[in-house]
């Protein structure tokens, strides 16, 4: 659980009274233009302007300061420069204002100097148990109570279901003319979240009953933890969560010890985080706007994840089964009884596919209300989705997919949730005579045939976070004896492996100076020899990896290479480590790393020398079940290697499942001594054979805090 917060967000978010310091006459200026979008919505509280030059602002009586005010208001708006922000959020704080909106910048995004400026801030706020919005941003908006303290002209919005929350203002901006008509009842831009962060926004928004659906545009998560309580306080009111997270690309990241922590940097971090906790990610403004629609309409989709798709056009349908492919859209087969009772409706020339064609020999609205009953009527298929081009300026096509429109409103009544409507094209305008019927069913109508998938496919994701809970197994012996900031040896790691009951290569660990030959002879030629150096990746880089060493005389010539090799690097006291071949196999890259506030994050994909290369993950919070390590697999191209491929034999992908759910139960069984696992390679072996760990690196923890989160 997250930590508990002092203040309370009611006067900041649902003020009887505000006051605006900084108020002026000059029409550009946020002191007026907070004032005015007051006015122009219609807040029914006090308004205070405060501002010792003048007398009246906007017709309003001008105050010369906080303390002049006939009451302690419950917001006050900072229309200042940074530098006057922290003695004026003393002064609030002294008058008994209750909550602070700070707009300005030159806070904690302008360096040392603005750095210090917002700690003194937060230490006022956090003295006198005020909320504050800010600073560095555009303000908020609630449109049910017309409370708009907002720095930018505020469009007219009709109050409605669908909260924003951004952490960025021009995309809170794009979003607050509520291009889909939704409906807004909620607008905030958190800024740099000197004291409220996007956590204590969900958590109050999600309380109020009005609202179904909130956005969240996500740069980082301050407090992933306490995120996550807001979106399950969220979900069990029945609503739905929807993000927006950029930062995919890799100028962030720093040099991290070993692959897992390159690979899982913040943004896959942050992805896998969200997946885990039911919120879609999408992947555009156009995607996630669409999600709203539907998550609006519909905020729990039905329990058949398969869908259904209709258009009437061949070439149409051949679009959306490519799309839905790549996107990751169930579209399968329809059901033989389906199947057979479709092509007793359809005329010769169409096929009883999905998606489906619905033209046939023409336009038939009788025919197309008997398919959508019977599609209906197959409790294996989830939502139904039809697809039509209804020109914006009428036609053919707009008559027959406004008869669609109405079709659909009469099968809606008895299977509510189910029936979508979309329009192939997202730049044509949708049509009022085919809206009607829809919104008079309740019936999402969506626009674009890329964003309306995409938003089908996070409605139906959403809601199948990687819950239920699963518990660490215990652990012992060798991860008991792990101490605080101690290097884990290659004998240690491969123990902690053995213990959590992955298969491990036969190896052995050769002291300097200890008879290498023996020890070979004791494994049984062919052998590896590697350089035993703790935490080191990328071994064969640096000239310390020999492999399929055949006899005695090439062992002599491999330790020579590995012994100059260690040399160069100051190492000469480093063991050797001799291993058993293992192969021929399919190898993979399995890891999992303990993450501060986000808990244990898993890794699988191919691996080998290609990990960076490729660059082919799947990412999960740990620690994992059977079926969510299987689809892991499946979602790279780890599962198609391991079906065996051009002639190969299968390899036993419930070993490597099995290998990947225990790695995953070790490393979050030791939050507060180990960092990361990897593994690489694991090599699957036949079906049959199992999966056998054959490198492993393991990283400790050297501050012993277990702050991973929950």
């Not at 967000?9 to 003020?15: D, H, M, R, V």
């Not at 070439?315 to 057979?340: C, Q, S, V």
């Not at 009883?352 to 959508?372: E, F, K």
């Not at 002291?511 to 494994?523: C, E, F, H, K, V």
Request: aromatic residues 4%; contains cysteine; charged residues 20%.
């Amino acid at each position: 659980m997250s930590e508990s917060r002092a203040f309370d967000l009611s006067p900041l978010l649902e003020p009887a009274s505000v006051a605006v310091v900084g108020a002026t006459p000059r029409p550009d200026a946020s002191g007026q233009i907070v004032l005015r979008n007051l006015r122009e919505l219609g807040y029914e509280g006090r308004v205070y302007p405060v501002n010792p030059r003048y007398e009246e602002v906007l017709g309003l009586r001008c105050y010369p300061s906080l303390a002049a005010l006939p009451e302690a208001v419950d917001t006050a708006f900072l229309a200042v420069p940074a530098a006057a922000g922290p003695e004026l959020a003393l002064e609030a704080a002294r008058c008994g204002v209750r909550a602070l909106c700070i707009n300005a910048s030159g806070y904690a995004d302008s360096g040392p100097e603005g750095e210090a400026r917002q700690r003194k801030v937060r230490e006022v706020a956090a003295k006198h148990s005020m909320a504050l919005c800010g600073p560095n941003n555009m303000g908020l908006v609630n449109v049910w109570s017309k409370a708009a303290l907002w720095m930018s002209d505020f469009p007219p919005t009709r109050p409605g279901p669908l909260a924003i929350v951004s952490q960025s203002g021009s995309v809170a901006m794009a979003l607050s003319q509520d291009p889909r008509d939704i409906g807004l009842g909620y607008v905030v831009t958190v800024g740099n979240e000197a004291v409220c962060d996007i956590a204590d926004y969900l958590e109050f928004i999600a309380g109020d009953a009005r609202i179904r659906t909130l956005v969240v545009f996500v740069e980082s998560l301050r407090r992933p933890q306490a995120f996550a309580d807001a979106v399950r306080a969220a979900s069990a009111r029945g609503k739905r969560v929807l993000a927006l997270k950029v930062g995919r690309s890799e100028a962030a990241q720093g040099a991290v010890l070993n692959h897992s922590g390159a690979l899982a940097g913040e943004d896959a971090v942050v992805g896998a985080f969200l997946r885990h906790h039911g919120v879609p990610r999408m992947g555009d403004l156009d995607e996630l706007l669409e999600a709203c629609v539907l998550a609006t309409a519909y905020p729990h989709p039905p329990p058949a994840r398969a869908m259904a798709a209709l258009t009437l056009s061949g070439g149409e349908a051949a679009m959306i089964a490519d799309l839905a492919e790549t996107l990751g859209l169930h579209l399968p087969p329809f059901r033989p009884g389906t199947a057979r009772a479709l092509r007793e409706l359809l005329p010769p020339v169409s096929a009883a596919s999905n998606p489906l064609d619905l033209w046939g020999y023409g336009w038939s609205a009788d025919l197309v209300s008997r398919v959508l009953g019977v599609l209906l009527a197959d409790d294996s298929i989830g939502p139904v989705a039809c697809f039509g081009d209804p020109p914006f300026a009428g036609g053919n096509d707009a008559e027959y997919v406004r008869e669609l429109a109405t079709l659909m409103a009469g099968h809606a009544r008895e299977h509510p949730g189910r029936l979508i409507l979309a329009n192939n094209l997202s730049g044509v305008a949708l049509r009022t005579d085919i809206r009607a019927p829809l919104g008079g069913a309740g019936i999402p109508y969506l626009r674009g045939t890329r964003p309306a998938l995409a938003a089908l496919r996070g409605w139906q994701d959403g809601l199948q976070a990687d819950a239920p809970v699963i518990a660490c197994r215990a652990v012992s012996g060798e991860a008991l004896r792990i101490s605080h900031g101690e290097e884990i040896s290659d004998a240690s790691a491969f123990a902690l492996l053995g213990e959590a009951g992955i298969s491990v290569c036969p190896h052995a660990v050769v002291a300097p100076g200890g008879d290498l030959a023996a020890t070979a002879r004791n494994l049984g030629f062919p052998v590896a020899l590697k350089a035993s150096v703790p935490g080191l990746a990328h071994k064969s880089d640096h000239g310390l990896v020999r492999l399929s060493i055949e006899s005695e005389s090439g062992l002599v010539s491999a330790a020579d290479a590995v012994l100059a090799a260690l040399r160069e690097r100051g190492r000469s006291d480093a063991a050797l480590l001799l291993q058993s071949m293992v192969g021929p196999g399919v190898e993979l890259f399995v890891a999992a790393r303990n993450v501060p506030g986000y808990g244990t994050v898993v890794l699988a994909g191919p691996g080998g020398i290609h990990v960076e290369v490729l660059r082919e993950q799947s990412f999960r919070i740990g620690p994992l079940g059977e079926d969510e390590a299987r689809r892991m697999l499946h979602e790279t191209h780890a599962a198609t290697l391991i079906s065996g491929v051009r002639g190969q034999a299968r390899g036993d992908l419930e070993a490597a499942v099995a290998a990947l759910v225990s790695l995953s139960h070790l490393v979050a069984a030791l939050p507060g001594t180990v960092v990361s696992i990897e593994i690489n390679p694991l090599i699957v072996l036949p079906e049959g054979r199992g999966a056998v760990a054959v490198d492993v690196v393991a990283e400790a923890r050297r501050d012993g805090a277990d702050d991973t989160g929950s």
